[in-house]
């Protein structure tokens, strides 16, 4: 079966031949290959070529064959990078030579296509899996009017003898491996075999195998695939089997094989338009080609073990197959019927028209009629504000008493939860499925829920027969379930199609029988309770179903967003049956395009957009932010939302006060004084006396004025790469902006920056224990400086650890120093608190405590209201004394009885659920971890932090510290895809930020080093 005749050559003879045959000189070395000796050579010239030397038992004719084919593919589409080939001094394309031992063999020189091979090419995005499909279907459109006729040959690689196979099978030793090759065998007979006569033929490159696929290297996100090489399985057979095997090798290793593949044959049926039965013997002939290679793999470790080539994809072939034996072979019909642009159930459109030309014929489901009673349509939408917390939602009461006292609210008995809705309600685990990016839930509702009391009679809307029934007993599930199958007639045609009745009464399934016919209008079964129907609100889950898929007794009733229109079409809008009117259903959401593009219009372009893909975030719990198809986020940036997004407790506190009064301080309110006291309790005497306002920005520039007033000077001492705020007098002081992008490139006179004290990429590193200290002389420095142009010092402004310089710790008697050098100049020390505030350092509440200081203003603002507008400034009675000069200091919102209300709720999660001692925790074991890829990965230079305030800074070279700015993108980037959010920073934005909300767990750290761990090894990571 398989050929063992591949000629041994050395480097020594490929080089003599080179020279004698092609008049080059060049430096060669040995190219794997099946059949060919191949060798790489590069001339002196820096010229690269493939020599392949073929044993003479090959037909001379198959030679020509490859030849001719790339000769007709470069001549009809010369945008294929294919290689060229090049003739002997003698103009042969093809020279004959005799090695010593006196057998014969051909050999051919073809140009070098420089690239990397999709095997070796991480990741393998959807853009670079479509570029190979159009790669290919570029190929095989050219090659339709190639003929040749050596391309009518045998051979064991050609899909149309895939039965061949058989008589091989006893080679596969364990007897589960062969029943799996056994049965995509038969699926290869009853679905390749029907429609073959109607698929295309023509010659095909035949093996575009992932060692065979040549991606481009150049610079730059996008990779694509260029070009395929080894012409040396060339066959005229069905077209479609070059789509078949690109896309078998193109699923191998990949969580959710059906997707990458659906990437390929989009890229291919752009470029070449597949056909509808070249589409139905897709999937099984794409299992054919994994089949042939196990058996060829199980044949070979007996013939010639020493060979590993031939069995170098053999264990993850074994893997995909074993992953495809649970994707049913229709549904990956469907979705590559879909990725056609096809309807993706071939049956559901005249399904659709029927239900919609008969819909005076349908029955009710319940009583009352949902055609024409009134009806709460419920919002359970992934952002329903209507849904609220979700950790309310898990309590199938509390639930339940939500939904009916809105119905009853509205007087009305009957609820609908809609089709086609993204529900946050299957964001557990138990909705989780694998994806090629990261975990995926099963979130798109498609089904209609009925909510009614427990016992209401469900009503049968057509004739039909009991298919199945079963009770779904897991939490979570269907509970007792019904399947009745209709069959109607549709003129000339029958159709046949099931609904399907979930969440029923224990007793619904007594009496049932499969074939038992219920006629229209028959109260067949009863909404049952729970925990008896699954452990949910009592409803009815009604859904329409073309193609049960094999199934009895359950239908997924929730599909991923990620194939939501093959569900769609699997399973229509119940209302077609329903009847309840249009006009009774609120209107979309706005789509991401709508959003961006209302927001160019009316949104200032300067506020950026996170992300190359942008997310529309809808919901956020603790430390995860959902997108509007629930897909959860881990944020591991969000310092703002501190003890967790839309904490309850938080969330309680506001709503409560806000429907009370919400003022401002001129009336005397309990909040106002309860949470300046709370407050100044976390810090050191003497900051004690409080000024409430909405944001950073405010409360750096109510700093600044506090400063100002007090010592009667302007002057300001500011660390570089530093942010403080958006306020005109903070962009001054800042920088991060003034330096940066668009910013004035220097700083107003009274403005003075001093070095940042970076003990990894600035002049005292972390091996000098006085670093400190010295980086504290250049404040002193500039102190004098001022003082010797007659000025003096009103302020120096730091924040407790450098946010935007990079998350760079504060070394050993920086503040220290610093703070001494300007109290004896008469200045003032401001720690810009609004990053790193309110225990996220684990050591301290306060970051400015790491250092042994205590400032005389401390600004803090972010993490203080969980997202709610609430900042602060804290100083001392008598710089608070100064400013009480006579001019009123008022904030219409700071400290109004909301604001505090929130800001005590948030001291107290704080403390109840000790999150400044979990983010000590949480936050070493992240930096251990990250640590710890330090030793396989050189691009990371340094990991630094305190508690959940960590940074870890890419360099390209740990002696030059050259940074890794596009790395450090790519990276982020990629995070975010695979589902966690983090972002970048620093001079030279080459710093990964992690600042999570407090509540990220171990379990968290451990995610975000093991995905970091992944991409680290990515191509746009290491180049
Ligand atoms: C250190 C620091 N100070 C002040 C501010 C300004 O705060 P806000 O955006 O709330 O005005 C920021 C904001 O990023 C900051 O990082």
Redesign the pocket.
Known sequence: MLNNNKPSFTVEDASRIALELYGLRAEICALPGERDCNFLLKTEAGQKFVLKIAPAVEQRDAIDLQIQALGHLVAHDPSLLLPRVRVTAGDETIAMITSVEGTKHFVRLLSYVPGRVLAETRPHTPELLYSLGSMLGKMDRALQDFAHPSAHRTLKWDLQCTLRIRNYLHYIEQPERRAIVERFLALFEAQVLPVSPTLRMSVIHNDANDYNVLVDATEGETRRVVSVVDFGDMVFTYTICELAIAAAYAMLNKADPLTAAAHVVAGYHEAFLLTESEIEALYPLICARLCISVVNSAYQQKVEPQNDYLTVSEQPAWALLEQLMDVHPRLAHYTFRHTCQLPPCPRSNALVEWLESNAGKMGRVVEPDLRVVKNVIFDLSIGSRELGNLLALSDVEVFTRHLFDRMNAANSSVGTGRYNEARPIYTSDQYKLAGNNGPEWRTVHIGLDVFMEAGAPVLAPLDGVVHSYRNNDSPLDYGPTIILQHTVSDEDKQLVFYTLYGHLSADSLDGLYEGKPITQGTPFCKIGNYPVNGGWPPHLHFQIITDLLDRTGEFPGVARPSQRDVWLSLSPDPNLIVGIPKECFPADCLSIEEIRRERAEHIGKSLSISYQRPLKIVRGAMQYLYDEDGRAYLDAVNNVSHVGHCHPRVVRAGQGQMAVLNTNTRYLHDNLVRYAERLCATLPEPLSVCFFVC??????ELALRLARTHTRQKDMIVVDA?????TTS?INISPYKFDGPGGSGAPPPYVHKVPMPDIYRGEYKGNDPQAGEKYARYVEEVTLEIQKNQGNVAAFIC?SLL??GGQIVLPENYLKEAYRSVRNAGGVCIA?E??VGFGRVGTHFWGFETQGVIPDIV?M??PMGNGHPL?AVVTTPEIAASFNNGMEYFNTFGGNPVSCAIGLAVLDVINEERLQANALRVGTRLMDGVRGLMEKYALIGDVRGLGLFVGIELVLDRETLAPAASQASYIANRMKERGILLSTDGPFHNVLKVKPPLVFTEENADFLVGTLDEILVEDLARE
């Open positions: 944001s950073g920005s405010e409360a750096n530093a942010y403080h705020g958006n903070l924040e946010g935007c810009d609004v990053q600004t603002g972010k900042a």
